[in-house]
């Protein structure tokens, strides 16, 4: 089995740019697809992006996700930050029926 | 409109039993794969089994062998048959499906399990 590791936490001002980063522990992260979720306070996940860069309909394209084979890791990057965007942001793939989520990261938009 | 509902859930003592269900609408279980993942209080998200669509099953290590995921197509629902609990699977169950068997696309909102004596 592989993990996913992702910072605890991030902040950044209201405008700005911010990365979120997921390495996998084992095996290429272009293996299997990345998707990020997105989970408020006391709400369920959404998905923000899907097959490690589409994003869902309804999703901002301040949100974009890539992936780096020479760091095997995924990334999210959220620009023009607003107030909403603060929130639990999870990074997750597969992997041989197992399905592994990082252990997300905490984005505070001051 | 899309949607999952969770139920089930509630206070069990440790080595007690639990199902929970997740009645589905606007879209046909036995077409999707249908996802459990949990949250523990103040923890991250874990996979814990899915069903696809073609019926064959997969369990987290921490679960198999204790848990049975299942589905009733005459109903449109999700089950997850909880055996044997212990105060580590106390969390938030979720139900997640999607058309893609490698992400979860819709969720529910959750239902509370809490293993305690």
């Known amino acids: 089995n592989f993990m996913l590791t992702q910072p605890h936490s991030v902040s950044e001002s209201p405008g700005k740019t911010v990365t979120i980063s997921c390495t996998r522990s084992?095996?290429?992260?272009?293996?299997?697809?990345v998707q990020w979720y997105q989970q408020r306070p006391g709400s369920a996940p959404t998905t923000v992006i899907y097959?490690?860069?589409?994003?869902p309909s309804g999703v901002p394209d301040r949100f974009s996700g890539s992936i780096d084979s020479s760091s095997n890791s995924a990334s999210l990057t959220i620009s023009g930050l607003k107030t909403e965007d603060e929130a639990d942001y999870y990074c997750q793939s597969y992997d041989s029926s197992i399905w592994v989520f990082g252990g997300g990261t905490k984005l505070t938009v001051l | 409109e899309v949607q999952l509902v969770e139920s089930g859930g509630g206070l069990v003592q440790p080595g007690g039993s639990l199902r929970l269900s997740c009645a589905a609408s606007g879209f046909t279980v036995s077409s999707n794969y249908m996802s459990w993942v949990r949250q523990a209080p103040g923890k991250g998200l874990e996979w814990v089994s899915v069903i696809y669509s073609g019926g064959s099953t997969y369990y987290a290590d921490s679960v198999k062998g204790r848990f049975t995921i299942s589905r009733d197509n005459s109903k449109n629902t999700l089950y997850l048959q909880m055996n044997s609990l212990r105060a580590e699977d106390t969390a938030v169950y979720y139900c997640?499906?999607?058309?893609?068997?490698?992400?979860?696309?819709?969720w529910g909102q959750g239902t509370m399990v809490t293993v305690s004596s």
């Open positions: 097959e490690d860069n589409q994003r």
């Open positions: 084992s095996g290429s992260i272009a293996s299997n697809y």
């Open positions: 997640a499906s999607s058309k893609r068997p490698d992400a979860f696309d819709i």
